[in-house]
């Protein structure tokens, strides 16, 4: 297990289209976060999910937002509608517990751009 | 509303010398403080981190101090590495999330 792994890299797509990206949080963490990043700001937390639980979701998460986690392993990320403000960086990160301490690690990210 | 604010957003240091990135917060709920590193095309990397009951912690080359009554927290390294360049951001946690500022480009000059 090499870390939390994000799919794809990179997505173009065009405003209405809909778009779905994947998280591979590393196996034994039951945490997986969701954070947005945009271009000269610092990630922004998006939804949070305990095992296959989604326990809290950020005011940015549209209902053109959606994700899941089923059976607690991987997870998805779908927007649907895309609009050209959705452009950013899409962060997963997981832990095991609380992550104060610790830290989340973070995969590399899918960077979307709506065009 | 931002609560977790890095207000330079470069720095330029000599190698061998002393970084000093600063980070200030509004919230004083926040429970434990960190420093996270990222470098272009990469995801942030765990560096150190703070409970808000310590006022300062050390790692290696890292020190992180905690000033809760000026609510402010800085990263010393020391001392700096060319291979330190990268993106520095600030962190503070409440409950299950963490607010980031909005970063510190460090450059090292070898």
């Known amino acids: 297990d090499t870390g939390v792994s994000q799919n794809p890299r990179h997505k173009i797509t065009k405003r209405g289209q809909n778009v779905t990206f994947r998280c591979d949080p590393i196996?034994?963490?039951?945490?997986l976060y969701w954070y947005r990043q945009t271009l000269g700001q610092g990630p922004e937390f998006l939804t949070y999910?305990?095992?296959?639980?989604?326990?809290?979701k950020s005011r940015l998460l549209s209902d053109r937002f959606s994700a899941e986690r089923p059976k607690g392993s991987f997870s998805t990320l779908e927007i649907q509608r895309t609009e050209q403000g959705d452009s950013a960086m899409y962060l997963c990160?997981?832990?095991?517990?609380?992550?104060?301490?610790?830290?989340?690690?973070f995969g590399s990210g899918t960077r979307l751009t709506v065009v | 509303d931002q609560q977790v604010k890095q207000n330079s957003p470069s720095l330029s240091v000599q190698e061998g010398r002393i970084s000093i990135l600063n980070c200030d917060y509004t919230?004083?709920?926040?429970?434990?403080f960190l420093w996270y590193k990222k470098y272009p095309a990469e995801g942030p990397t765990f560096l150190i981190s703070i409970s808000s009951i310590k006022d300062k912690n050390e790692d290696g080359r890292f020190t992180v101090f905690l000033n809760k009554s000026a609510k402010h927290l800085s990263l010393h390294i020391v001392p700096s590495q060319p291979g330190d360049s990268a993106v520095y951001f600030c962190a503070a946690s409440e409950g299950n999330q963490f607010y980031f500022g909005t970063g510190t480009s460090l450059t090292v000059i070898p």
């Open positions: 196996s034994e963490h039951n945490r």
């Open positions: 999910f305990q095992n296959e639980a989604q326990l809290e």
């Open positions: 990160a997981s832990s095991f517990g609380r992550s104060g301490k610790y830290g989340y690690t």
């Open positions: 919230n004083s709920m926040f429970d434990y």
